[in-house]
C-alpha cells in the first residue's frame, strides 16, 4: 500500500526500488556472512576462495539438493561476488541430467549417478574423460506415519518391506508387535503413502528396499514407486508429508530434511540424526567409479545393521565434466563445487538445509577429482 | 509476401504520384499502373500496414497450430514406433509396466475424460444456476458483484486451487467417502478400500468443476440476457410464472449456447494439471471408482506434470504422444461443440459473438414500455424475412404454445 503511494512519480519509484534492492542484497549478505563465520572455525578442506573470479553458473537438477544449493550459493556468494549462480530445482535429477548432456549446464544435480548409456554420450560435451559424478550431499530417507495413540514406532527393515509391497494391511499385524513390544498397536488399516512423480528419493528407497529385504521386495530399484494397489500417491515430497499427516494409519517416506513436524519411525531402533546418516556413509558407501576420478557411490546395506547407522542413507551427485569446453567455465565450476565440497560447505548445508555432511575422507577425493577437472 | 513489403516501404512516393497523375494511370510506370488498378482510390500506407499486421496474425495462429500439431506428431513417433518391453529406456521407471505406447495412453485417456466428465456433472448444472440468477433473479446489483466475483474465480491460479483442494476439500471429504463406502459400497463406483487421505478422483473432480464455473457461468450469463425481452414479457403476460418463463422463453432460445458454454468448460477441464497432479493420487489403469486411494485413473496433463522431469528420451516422446492425444480429444471436443451448435437454428451462433452490447433488435425495448414494444415487434417482425438468422422462430413457437 505505501509503495502503491510513493510510486506516484517515476523517480521516486525508481528510488523506492533502488533502496528496496539495497535493503534486499545486504540482509542477504548479512545472513550468509553469519552462516559462514558460524563455521569458519572448522577446518577448510580446500584451498581459500579466489574473490576476484567472475561470471555466471547455469546448473539444475536434483529438487533434494535445492535447499541446499540455495545455502551454498548464498555462502559463496559472500565470499566470491563477482559469480552468479542459478540452480533450477524445477527440473528433477533426470531433467538435470538431460539439459547437462545437452551442453546448457555446467554442473547438473542429481540423485542417481550417470548410467553407463549416459557417460557415453557424455563424452559428446566433455571428451573421452566423460563426466565426473561428485557425492555432495547427504541426508537419509525418513519414515514417516501418523497412528493415532503410537507415538514411537521401530519397524524392522523386513516389516518396512511387507508395509511397502503391501503384504502387511493392518498396523496390529504380529511382525509390527514383533517390532514394538509393549506398544499397543490399533487395528487401523494401512495406507501407504508413494511419490506421484518420479524421484530421486524413490529410487533411493526402492533401492534400499530391493538390497536389504530381496526376499519380500522383489522390485527392482526404479525412480517411479512400483506398487499398485491401496497406494496413495502424492506429488512432491510435501506431498507425501501432508498426506501422511492428513490421514490416519498413514505411512510415507520422504527426503529426512523435508519432514517438518511429522513422526519418523526409527529403522531397527536407529533414529535418524546427520551423525548416523553421515556413519552411515562411511561405513557403507564403496566408490564404483565409470571412468578415471569418478565417484559414483554404491551402498552395501548389510553394512548398515549398527545402532549407530542410519539404514537408509541419500546420496546425491553433483556431475561435472572431466573436461570442459570453455576453460573460464571450468574455473568457476571448480570453485563453487570446491567450496560445496570443503567442509565449511558441508557444514552450511548441514546448518540450513539439514543435510548430512559428507564425511571428509570422501570430501578429500571430491576435491582430489575436481583438481583434475580441465 | 515481398511485393507487399516493397509497396510498404515506399508509401509516401506512391501517394504522392497517386495524387499528382489521377487519371492518367498509363504514364507514371509500373508501379503506378498497379496502383492505379485498385479502382483509382487512394490508398494509404496505414492500410497496408494494419492489413498486413492482421493477415499476418491470421497466417501466424495457424502456422503456431501447425506447428505444435507437427512437433507434437514427430516427437512421438519414436516411442508410438517402439518395442516398449524391449527398449531399455521405456521398460524402467514409470513405463516399466506396459506393453507398447497404446496400452500406456488407453487408460490415461479414460482417466482425464472420466474426472472432466465427473467435473462436469457438478459444475454444469451450478454454472448455468448462478448465471439464470445473475440473469434473471437477482437484483441488479447484487447480479453484478455477482458476475464480478464469478469472473473473480478464473483469475485465480490453478495451482491456489490444488493447494486448496489439498488443504481443504481433501479432508472435507473424508467424512462423505466414509459413509458412502459403508453404505453405498455395493455400487461399483464407490467401491474398493475407501480412502483415508482424501486423495481421491471426486475430490480433484470437485475442484475442477469449481474451476470451470467462470467459464460456464459466464458465457451462459451472456447467452440468457439475449433472450428477447419480448419473449420473456410475453410469457409473463400470458401468466406464466418465472420458472415457466425461463422454461419456455429463456432456455430455447439459450440451448445451444448452453451446450456450447458446457463443451467450452469441458475444454478447459480436460487440460488442467496441477490442481489434479496435486489432488489426485494417480494410477494408470481404468477405473470407474470415485472413492479410493489407489484406483483413480490418472489423467494425461497431470501425468505428464508428474513423470516430465525424470523421463528418459524415449519416455519424453511418449509423454508428448500422450499429449497428442489430448491434443486430438480437445480437437474433437471443440468441433462436437461446433456441430451441436450449427446443428441448432442459426440464431445463437449469429447473436452469441455479438454480445450483450448489440442485442437483437428486440432486446432494444425498454422494459414494460408494451405500446412501443409492439411497435418495434411489428416493424421488426415485417422485415424477419430479409433478414434470416436475426432471429429464430423458436422462441415465438413457444410464446404460442403458453397461450394455450
Partial sequence: MKFKNVAATGAVFLTAALALSACSSSSTGTASTTASTGTASAAATSAPLDASLTGTITAGGSSAQANAETAWITAYNAQVKGVTVNYDKSQGSGGG???????????????????????????????????????????????????????????????????????????????????????????TAITTVARSDGSGTTQNFTNFLSAAAPSIWTNPASNAWPITGNVSSQKGGSGVVQAVGAGSGTIGYADHSAIGDATAATINKVEFSQDAATAAFAAAATTVPTGTGDLSQKFDYSKLTGTDVYPIPLVSYQIVC????????????????????????????????????????????????????? | MSDKISVQSAPPSSTDTLGSTTGTASGGGPQNAADASRGGTRVRPGDFIFRFLSTGSAVLIMIILAGVALFLIISAIPAITADWSTNDQLNTGPTAAFPNFWSYVGPLIWGT?????????????????IALFISHYAPRRLASVLG???????????????????????????????WLGANLGW???????VTTTGSTILAGALVLAVMILPIITSISREIFLQTPRLHEEAALALGATRWEMIRMSVFPYAKSGIVSATLLGLGRALGETMAIALIISPAILVSVKLITEGQNSQ??????????????????????????????????????????????????????????????PLSRIPAGDFASATAIDVVAGSSRSGKPGDEGPTPEEDIEGARY
Avoid: H
Fill in chain 2, 148 to 178: 464480478y466475483l464469478v469472473d473473480l474465480l478464473a483469475a485465480v491460479p490453478s495451482i491456489v486451487f490444488g493447494l486448496w483442494g489439498i488443504i481443504v476439500i481433501r479432508p472435507f471429504l473424508i467424512p462423505l467417502s466414509d
Fill in chain 1, 97 to 187: 541430467v538431460t539439459n547437462w548432456l545437452a551442453g546448457s549446464y555446467d554442473f547438473a544435480g542429481s540423485d542417481a549417478p550417470l548410467k553407463a548409456d549416459q557417460q557415453t554420450s557424455a563424452q559428446a560435451i566433455c571428451g573421452t574423460g566423460g563426466g565426473l559424478n561428485l557425492p555432495v550431499y547427504l541426508d537419509g530417507v525418513a519414515i514417516i506415519y501418523k497412528l493415532d495413540g503410537v507415538t514411537n514406532l521401530n519397524l524392522s527393515t523386513d516389516t518396512l518391506a511387507k508395509i511397502f509391497s503391501l503384504a502387511i494391511t493392518t498396523w496390529n499385524d504380529p511382525a509390527i508387535a514383533a517390532d514394538n513390544p509393549g506398544v499397543t498397536l490399533p487395528s
Fill in chain 2, 113 to 129: 475424460l472420466w474426472s472432466a466428465a465427473i467435473a462436469l456433472l457438478f459444475g454444469a448444472p451450478v454454472g448455468i444456476g
Fill in chain 1, 322 to 374: 572431466s573436461q570442459f569446453k570453455d576453460p573460464a567455465q571450468a574455473k568457476l565450476a571448480k570453485s563453487f563445487i570446491g567450496f560445496v565440497a570443503s567442509s565449511v560447505g558441508q557444514k552450511v548445508a548441514a546448518k540450513n538445509a539439514g543435510s548430512a555432511p559428507i564425511p571428509d575422507e570422501m570430501l578429500t577425493k571430491v576435491l582430489a577429482s575436481l583438481e583434475t577437472v580441465k
Fill in chain 2, 187 to 193: 455400487i461399483p463406483i464407490f467401491g474398493g478400500p
Fill in chain 2, 299 to 360: 489423467t494425461i496433463a497431470a501425468n505428464i506434470a508428474l513423470n516430465f522431469p525424470i523421463a528418459t528420451t524415449l519416455q519424453r516422446d511418449a509423454l508428448i504422444g500422450t499429449g497428442l492425444m489430448l491434443f486430438v480429444i480437445s480437437l474433437a471436443v471443440n468441433s462436437i461443440a461446433r456441430v451441436i451448435v450449427n446443428a441448432k437454428p442459426r440464431k445463437s451462433k449469429k447473436s452469441k459473438p455479438a454480445g450483450p452490447s448489440t442485442p437483437g
